[in-house]
């Protein structure tokens, strides 16, 4: 049986990548800025986009299930009906 020290996930792969000037500078001052090695820095980034894409989806998602199945007039009466008690505002 093989084990491996580490998980797969933890292999760091090596990459080159081709920048405008200018993109790369202003990255550079944000990433000095933060104290941040390169490969810290672009991590980051990778793993913020990623995680925007994926909230994209998801909301995607779930407006395309509320299109198929959309709340009824009662769900939406009880849904203020809520909104004005929580909010303490019972029209009285």
């Known amino acids: 049986m093989s084990t491996s020290v580490n998980p797969p996930a933890l292999h760091a792969r090596r990459i080159t990548v081709?920048?405008?000037?200018?993109?790369f500078e202003r990255g550079e001052?944000?990433?000095?800025?933060r104290h941040e090695r390169r490969s810290e820095f672009v991590a980051r980034l990778y793993r913020r986009y990623l995680q925007e894409v994926e909230e994209q989806d998801r909301v995607a998602r779930y407006a395309a299930g509320y299109g198929k199945v959309p709340?009824?007039?009662e769900e939406?009466?009880?849904?203020?009906q809520?909104?004005?008690?929580l909010a303490g505002d019972t029209g009285e």
Not at 82 to 85: A, D, R
């Open 18 to 23: 081709s920048l405008p000037a200018d993109l």
């Open 29 to 33: 001052r944000e990433r000095r800025n």
């Open 71 to 73: 709340e009824t007039a």
């Open 76 to 80: 939406r009466w009880l849904v203020d």
């Open 82 to 85: 809520s909104l004005t008690e």
